[in-house]
């Protein structure tokens, strides 16, 4: 019960996030030239007993391209193996058609959009349609023999047709003997739209709406084998509603993680002007001591020849003084010799001059 509540719920968050149709979306543009374009297109298919009825089930995955008038039928016809009367079987030949949506005499305005469109979104001035729808054999037309199994063997589609909600008409075929490569129809003789416009003119000697289309038709066969009744996927059909979920989770997650790394990032760059400021103010303060080191060492290299010189002529003064010291020493001797000399000779002449008469001269 709890899972069936979450399923729900998780719905429900997924149809808000599609693109709504408008209520002019449902009305038709007669005025509107372009027709449908398909994308994308592939199938799986199950093949089951129920009842004694050999039933084939097909799951669609459709993306189109749409201008104003969205997408209303989508038919596709198959070919394949023939029964025979010794060997009877659900025989998938005539041009088997399944078909989408409803166009049983509908009549101009009364196109409905149906109920396999899961998202609409806008690219540019033109829309893409997602539809999944399933359709039984037992929708087919002409109606098959469900009390036998498939023919064995492989069942090719040959046409695709698609109608808009203004009733446009288009039919894409696949390639044949004469015609080598996939090609389109318009039947109502619209204008080719910029994609169409893209395409090789299969009648290139003449006007005409037939052009390549490059739906890959291998893709969509349907191989039957004897005694069959499993599934049998051949291309794995996309739940758009639980991808869409799955990546909106992952887009709020990557968007959580983007916020924290801009953080990160903002206080990294922060960090980082800050650093080049500090490895600016470095520099010019290495710069300013690489001068103030280069003004020193000059100043020592002056100093140091001044100190030499200082040195020198101290030394050749302290020689002079020695030299000095010793004649002075001389001369304080010699002096001190004539003094007693000079103070006997006065003795000797006061003496002499106190004689009388005195002698001439004192």
């Not at 960090?271 to 100043?299: F, H, M, P, R, Y």
Request: hydrophobic letters at 35%; proline letters at 5%.
């Amino acid at each position: 019960m709890r899972k069936k509540w979450i399923i729900a719920l998780a719905s429900l968050i997924f149809s808000a996030l599609l693109t709504p149709l408008n209520a002019a979306d449902d009305q038709p543009d007669y005025s509107d030239t372009y027709v449908p374009q398909i994308k994308s297109l592939s199938l799986s298919y199950e093949q089951k007993k129920i009842n004694n009825q050999f039933i084939v089930e097909t799951s669609f995955d459709l993306t189109v391209r749409v201008h104003r008038n969205p997408l209303t039928v989508f038919k596709i016809y198959f070919m394949g193996p023939r029964s025979s009367p010794t060997a009877p079987c659900q025989e998938w030949a005539g041009a088997t058609v399944l078909e989408y949506g409803d166009n049983s005499n509908k009549r101009q305005g009364e196109f409905k959009i149906p109920t396999g469109l899961v998202s609409r979104v806008q690219v540019d001035d033109w829309y893409e349609e997602k539809h999944q729808f399933k359709i039984s054999n037992s929708r087919g037309w002409p109606p098959l023999n469900l009390n036998f199994a498939p023919c064995v063997g492989e069942v090719k589609p040959i046409t695709i047709e698609m109608l808009d909600l203004a009733g446009r008409y288009l039919r894409i075929n696949a390639a044949t003997d004469s015609i080598t490569k996939a090609h389109q129809y318009n039947f109502n003789n619209l204008p080719l739209d910029p994609e169409q416009q893209k395409c090789e003119n299969i009648y290139p000697n003449q006007v005409s709406t037939a052009c390549t289309h490059n739906i890959q038709w291998s893709n969509l066969n349907l191989t039957f084998t004897t005694g069959q009744e499993k599934s049998i996927s051949q291309i794995q059909v996309i739940d758009y509603q639980t991808l869409n979920i799955g990546l909106q989770s992952q887009i709020t997650t990557l968007n959580s993680e983007k916020s924290g790394l801009q953080t990160q990032i903002n206080t990294l760059s922060a960090d980082k002007i800050a650093l080049q400021n500090q490895i600016t103010t470095l520099v010019s303060e290495k710069s300013t001591l690489s001068g103030q080191i280069t003004k020193l060492t000059s100043e020592k290299l002056s100093l140091q020849g001044q100190l030499n010189t200082l040195i020198s002529e101290k030394s050749s003064l302290s020689g002079q003084v020695s030299t000095l010291t010793s004649a002075n020493s001389a001369l304080t001797s010699n002096a001190a010799d004539l003094n007693g000399k000079l103070s006997t000779a006065n003795k000797k002449l006061t003496a002499i001059c106190k004689a009388k008469p005195k002698p001439k001269g004192c």
